[in-house]
């Protein structure tokens, strides 16, 4: 027996979008649009096809407006697949370990209920007895943590860092509770890739924070659940995120070593992470001075993002959107001293940065002030550089944009750095 069940969910899904003769991604293109354009990740759908995982009851709504469906059909394929899925763990289980007779009965039991064989006055006890039995897989928390991961991953999207990190805490602490409890292999692989993705953007906000040592712990627990979940594009997504910890903040020989770790893992596919990976190369070899071996990473990392599907470019933390990549060149060009070829990058970034995006736009104005420095006018690259601090909201004065302020801050000199200086100092 087949661990889908033949009228179930994943059959219905499937069905309607082959039906339709829309691919996975174009399916997930029209979940996305109603989702007033909310990432949705291609994936999840393929693992609701397959059964590999079930919605909950909160995409339900979605799927019947998106499919053509009454929200009681979702619900009810849905059930119809986990007692599909139930049945078949428990017949295999009858035929690994012989069964007592005991186990027979209870097994006999389960099955009539799943079948719709149980006699009515027991269907009380019965369901009692389904809870209990359902209550150890996780089901739903798990797909619950699946949806977090999807949910966080989409970025600050206007938010402070510390808002967002806020918002996380309650599904650190349900990650922490299910990793305490025991799973199947195959539930635990995917239970370490969504602790992977979870745990690598809590790293990524404290990154940004400027908490150094909580990053880089949070990207270790991170690369170790990648590496249990054995997918390499979790792990090189995790190496060349966590490259950025030492390029940012003053170990660019470190970040160039994760960063060719990051490579490795990420392999000829084109991905995301490979793409980033090259990007945080060419930034760490043009601090070092290697302006040849940072032109050549410059090349890789705009063949790679060239190469990139709407899924890994996509504007998330997770993706290597167009954006970002602009941002990336922007800083090897600044420290390399091209400054022509930066200020190319910072506005094809800043022609792309549609959404408020805080952050972003204070980094590209850090790197405009250091490339009018470069250009022998640290009077203007002061001005520049105050006046961006002073639009820059108390909530991102810390961390990454500070970091950066002062480093140009102490490459001014006279006046110049004593103005900025003073507004860093003023907070």
């Not at 977090?148 to 967002?164: I, K, L, M, N, Q």
């Not at 470190?254 to 990976?277: K, Q």
């Not at 071996?293 to 060239?306: F, M, P, Q, T």
């Not at 941002?327 to 022609?351: D, I, K, N």
Request: proline letters at 4%; one cysteine or more; glycine letters at 10%.
């Amino acid at each position: 027996m087949g661990m889908m069940a033949p009228d179930g969910i994943g059959a219905l899904l499937r069905g309607a979008r082959e039906a339709a003769g829309r691919t996975r991604e174009e399916q997930a293109a029209v979940l996305q649009a109603a989702r007033g354009g909310k990432w949705f990740d291609p994936e999840n759908l393929k693992r609701w096809e397959t059964e590999k995982r079930l919605p909950t009851p909160v995409w339900h709504a979605l799927l019947a407006d998106c499919y053509g469906r009454s929200p009681e059909e979702i619900a009810r394929a849905v059930v119809v697949s986990r007692r599909h899925r139930k049945l078949h763990q428990l017949i295999g289980r009858e035929g690994r370990d012989g069964g007592s007779t005991v186990d027979r009965r209870k097994f006999l039991g389960v099955a009539a209920v799943a079948t719709g064989m149980a006699g009515l006055p027991d269907i009380a006890e019965a369901r009692q007895g389904i809870n209990a039995g359902l209550s150890t897989s996780d089901s739903s928390d798990l797909a619950y943590l699946e949806g977090a991961f999807e949910r966080h991953r989409g970025g600050y999207r206007g938010r402070p860092p510390s808002e967002v990190l806020g918002q996380m805490r309650a599904d650190l602490d349900l990650l922490r509770e299910l990793l305490g409890r025991p799973h199947p292999v195959s539930v635990r692989k995917d239970l370490a890739r969504t602790a992977a993705g979870i745990t690598g953007l809590v790293a990524i906000i404290q990154h940004d924070r400027g908490d150094q040592r909580d990053a880089v712990g949070w990207f270790a627990t991170a690369e170790q659940a990648a590496r249990e979940s054995g997918d390499r594009h979790m792990l090189a997504w995790v190496l060349s995120r966590h490259a950025m910890v030492p390029l940012n903040y003053g170990a660019p020989n470190v970040a160039a070593t994760m960063a060719i770790r990051a490579r490795a893992e990420a392999g000829r596919f084109p991905s995301a992470a490979g793409a980033l990976a090259a990007a945080v190369t060419a930034r760490s070899l043009a601090s070092i001075g290697d302006r040849e071996g940072a032109l050549r990473a410059v090349a890789d990392a705009r063949a790679a993002a060239a190469r990139l599907d709407s899924v890994q470019g996509a504007d998330t933390w997770f993706g290597y959107p167009a954006q970002k990549h602009h941002v990336h060149l922007s800083q090897a060009f600044t420290l390399m001293g091209r400054t022509r070829e930066a200020y190319a990058e910072q506005e094809a970034a800043l022609a792309l940065t549609t959404s408020p995006s805080v952050m972003t736009r204070a980094l590209i104005a850090v790197d405009r002030a250091a490339c009018v420095r470069s250009d022998g006018d640290p009077a203007t690259a002061a001005a520049l550089a105050v006046d961006a601090w002073s639009r820059l909201p108390m909530a991102y004065r810390d961390g990454l944009v500070r970091s950066r302020t002062e480093a140009l801050c102490q490459s001014l000199p006279g006046s110049s750095g004593s103005a900025l200086s003073a507004a860093l100092v003023g907070r």
